[in-house]
Nanobody, 126 residues
Framework: EVQLVESGGGSVQSGGSLRLSCTAS????????LAWFRQAPGKAREGVAS??????TNYADSVKGRFTASRDDANSLYLQMNSLKFEDTAVYYC?????????????????????WGQGTQVTVSS
């Protein structure tokens, strides 16, 4: 069982910045792979960014060059969002999957993550 709590959402004007945080609570120190997803109104949930072994990252094309994902310990995930656009408006979710190895796949597929946070709203006004 993994519990995830996101924070840092809010409202910002186009071109502004926000930083999201996610903290994972795991049972007996289980190792988890973490990723960010988002869901805009009327749209499917989509992968945004993940951090793999040794700090490697994987980003959706729509956020490359603007968003930076990072981890500073085994159970914390961050998303620095710069140059925000109106189309970045969505509920942002932290997701986790327990792993027995390092996080090499850095998947951005919804189906690969069984554990989800409650989400945090990001609203960008144009």
């Amino acid at each position: 069982e993994v519990q995830l709590v996101e924070s840092g959402g809010g409202s910002v004007q186009s071109g502004g910045s926000l930083r999201l945080s996610c903290t994972a609570s795991t049972y007996a120190g289980s190792r988890v792979c973490l990723a960010w997803f988002r869901q805009a109104p009327g749209k499917a949930r989509e992968g945004v960014a993940s951090v793999g072994a040794f700090g490697t990252t994987n980003y959706a094309d729509s956020v490359k060059g603007r968003f930076t994902a990072s981890r500073d310990d085994a159970n914390s995930l961050y998303l620095q969002m710069n140059s925000l656009k109106f189309e970045d408006t969505a509920v942002y979710y932290c997701a986790a999957v327990v792993t027995a190895t390092n996080c090499f796949s850095m998947s951005l597929e919804v189906a690969n993550y069984p554990f989800w946070g409650q989400g945090t709203q990001v609203t960008v006004s144009s």
